[in-house]
């Protein structure tokens, strides 16, 4: 199992930028594809952005593609995701978790270990 701890979430303006982090232990980074959801108040959580296991390939969500990017140092058993352009439609709680299927990158249900999420707030 791998234990996920999520940072950097918090309350910004419009316009603004955050950088989550997700820190792993338990088990080494590098062999898990890393997923990022979220989940609006009121909405069902979401697909926000997926990197494969080395980083080569990642996979957006048409709502934040172009302002998202998400990357991962796992020398440091570190996922990250940089968030810019922030809007209150991006205002959730934001979960990294960690799934074995590259091909299923987008599938919440094929993710294994989540974190607890990390709070953003975008005000207008």
């Known amino acids: 199992q791998v234990q996920l701890v999520e940072s950097g979430g918090g309350l910004v303006q419009a316009g603004d930028s955050l950088r989550l982090s997700c820190a792993a232990s338990g088990r080494t980074l590098s062999g898990y594809i890393m997923g990022w959801f979220r989940q609006a108040p009121g909405k069902e959580r979401e697909f926000v952005a997926g990197?494969?296991?080395?980083?080569?390939?990642?996979l957006y969500a048409d709502s934040v593609k172009g302002r998202f990017t998400i990357s991962r140092d796992n020398a440091k058993n570190t996922g990250y995701l940089q968030m810019n352009s922030l809007g209150p439609e991006d205002t959730a709680v934001y979960y990294c978790?960690?799934?074995?299927?590259?091909?299923?990158?987008?599938?919440?249900?094929?993710?294994?270990?989540w974190g607890q999420g990390t709070r953003v707030t975008v005000s207008s």
């Open positions: 978790a960690v799934g074995l299927r590259e091909a299923a990158v987008r599938d919440q249900n094929e993710y294994r270990d």
């Open positions: 990197i494969s296991r080395f980083g080569s390939r990642q």
